[in-house]
């Protein structure tokens, strides 16, 4: 499908970096990308040309680096493409951006590069939903399922699933199309070998469905929340298990008056840390009280809770009231600030289990700690066996899909013929939205490629 319009964006993430490339597709790139060169020679077809990039107007250089020019249709779009390989100031890059769209280019949208690579034929959907899947990896399984996705045939599952219904719906259009044709054995033959089909239709969606749960859960990853009493040293440790200051630290009991998450890796799986508000004694204060009620309930949603103590105060009584509160869940207690002191001989038996003395400011202990919530965040996260990723999009069709076969199964005996058509017919449907087939571009461009980053 020819597109009138060439688009540009930044390809690369936005922030300082080495390198920052803006990449042009469209009839058009070519000539933007020599009026940027202009008075040198001429640019060389998949070949890295070093380049002065200048403002066409202004005449002002702009940056030197690489351009990349690729003729259609042997390029990622199908299209005419370039990319500009430069300096990764942000500032820079903007120039240069905005350059490209005084020459004529147009911004592009949300997976605009990608949505013109399905278009070209060069992408199934299906692949398509692969690279985002890639970009947005979090853990190893995740970034394994979409490599499949994206390097093999990902179509296939589904595309016996629309097999089997088709065959189903020929069978019970049969003998509504050649009525002469058939006796009513042979009808009721046909609606045998049709229900016969509709189930094995069932019991390949139900084993996609399942693909669709562990991709779920595969996103979501293992929610690990940091909780203990004020200033014990909670936002400490979140900062050094990032090791960034995400968190305000302060001596300042109740600094962190609301949850804070970030995502870490841990074991080659996604996890969220979050750091709560302390959970301290009964507070007359409203703001803490509300803080430390929306801990509370963080600790009811979390899948691991990492229990912070104080090495210096011991255990205290609304401490215990935590405790108890973990006690369901997957938990480790941590005893900071032991480079103050060591931990109290007698704690571990307050507590009840085995604790860890560390120091989060000092990074005493850490790596054992690591090494300690790796292991539970591996027991969480379970053992993947989905045979493919399934992303939200596709589970929903492959429900509408499942409800019709059950539709159609349960009044194949008593349904008349033009009612189990259109069951089978729905659910084809829906088997060929989810492959692409039969979508116009413009829904396509709404409803997978708005949750792609722009120069994608």
Same mark, same amino acid.
């Given at each position: ?40 020679? +001429?640019?060389?077809?998949?070949? #890295?040309? %070093?380049? $002065?990039?200048?403002?066409? &107007?202004? /005449?002002? =250089? !702009? ?35 905005? +350059?490209?769209?005084?020459?004529? #280019?147009? %911004?592009? $949208?949300?997976?605009?590069? &990608?949505? /013109?690579? =399905? !278009? ?43 097999? %089997? ?292």
């Amino acid at each position: 499908m020819p597109h009138v319009s060439t688009i540009a964006a930044l390809a690369t993430a936005r922030g300082s970096s080495g390198i920052g490339i803006i990449r042009l597709s469209g009839s058009d790139s070519w000539t933007i990308a020599k009026q940027l060169t202009t008075d040198q020679p +001429a640019l060389v077809d998949r070949m #890295a040309n %070093l380049r $002065r990039i200048w403002n066409p &107007t202004t /005449r002002e =250089l !702009l940056d030197q680096g690489i351009v990349l020019p690729m003729r259609g249709p042997r390029s990622y779009t199908g299209e005419d493409t370039v990319e500009l390989q430069l300096h990764g100031s942000p500032l820079l890059l903007d120039s240069v951006l905005g +350059a490209c769209l005084e020459l004529g #280019a147009e %911004l592009a $949208r949300p997976g605009e590069f &990608t949505f /013109r690579a =399905l !278009l070209a034929g060069k992408l199934s959907l299906l692949q398509a939903e692969a690279v985002r899947d890639l970009v947005d990896a979090g853990s190893d399984e995740e970034l394994s399922l979409a490599r499949k996705s994206l390097f093999t045939d990902a179509s296939q599952p589904f595309r016996e699933v629309l097999s %089997l219904i088709t065959k189903s719906l020929a069978s019970v259009e049969g003998p509504v199309d050649f009525p002469d044709q058939f006796t009513e054995e042979d009808e009721a033959g046909a609606l045998r070998g049709a229900t016969s089909l509709a189930a094995e239709a069932h019991a390949d969606i139900q084993k996609l469905l399942a693909d669709a749960q562990t991709t779920a859960r595969l996103r979501h990853g293992v929610t690990v929340v940091i909780a203990g009493a004020p200033n014990v040293g909670k936002s400490s440790l979140m900062n050094a298990l990032l090791k960034y200051p995400r968190v305000i630290v302060s001596d300042i009991p109740g600094t962190t008056r609301d949850s804070v998450a970030e995502e870490i890796l841990l074991g080659g799986h996604r996890v969220t840390l979050v750091d709560t508000a302390g959970i301290g004694a009964t507070s007359a204060n409203v703001l803490d009280h509300l803080a430390g009620e929306h801990a509370a309930q963080s600790i009811e949603r979390a899948d691991i809770v990492l229990i912070v103590l104080d090495a210096e105060t011991g255990l205290q009584r609304h401490e215990r009231d935590l405790l108890d509160r973990a006690r369901s869940l997957p938990h480790l207690v941590a005893v900071n600030k032991i480079d103050a002191g060591p931990v109290p001989a007698d704690l571990e038996a307050e507590v009840g289990e085995p604790v860890l003395g560390i120091s989060a400011t000092e990074g005493i202990e850490l790596d054992a700690l690591t090494d300690r919530l790796t292991k539970l965040v591996e027991t969480a996260a379970g053992t993947v066996a989905a045979r493919q990723m399934v992303t939200h999009r596709q589970a929903a069709e492959l429900t509408i899909a499942d409800r019709a076969l059950g539709d159609f199964m349960n009044s194949a005996a008593t349904a008349p013929a033009d009612i189990l058509t259109y069951l089978l017919g729905e659910a084809r449907e829906a088997m060929q939205r989810l492959l692409g087939e039969h979508i116009a571009p413009d829904e396509i461009l709404a409803t997978v490629f708005s949750t792609f980053c722009i120069g994608k």
